[in-house]
């Protein structure tokens, strides 16, 4: 069971970045997936969150409106669409999954964990 974040990097405040996650295995079968992210010196957070069959998502609401969650069950992949990024997004991201249709804020419902990817907002 595996998971790799992809995507990250080095933008200007206002840019764009899409992380992906790739899934192989059961960590991808019938659960949700969520994405989180943990900055120099503070507790992981909440990102987002999508359903199994991507009909519930939910949002942090310091991105609502700016990040997008989405799943292609067929490709086994998760990604987020990140616009209009500030400097206060800066963080490692990281995506994780569970074996609940339904996603969750609380990153101890989730069985698995991806490695991390850097996002570097730049003001």
């Known amino acids: 069971v595996q998971l790799q974040a992809s995507g990250g990097g080095l933008v200007q405040a206002g840019g764009s970045l899409r992380l992906s996650c790739a899934a192989s295995?059961?960590?991808?079968?019938?659960?949700?997936m969520g994405w989180f992210r943990q900055a120099p010196g503070k507790e992981r957070e909440f990102v987002a969150a999508i359903s199994w069959r991507s009909d519930i998502t939910g949002y942090v609401d310091s991105v609502k409106g700016r990040f997008t969650i989405s799943r292609d069950n067929a490709k086994n992949t998760v990604y987020l669409q990140m616009n209009s990024l500030k400097p206060e997004d800066t963080a490692v991201y990281y995506c994780a999954a569970t074996s609940s249709v339904v996603g969750s804020r609380n990153p101890g419902r989730y069985d698995y964990w991806g490695q991390g990817t850097q996002v570097t907002v730049s003001s």
């Open positions: 295995g059961r960590a991808f079968s019938s659960g949700a």
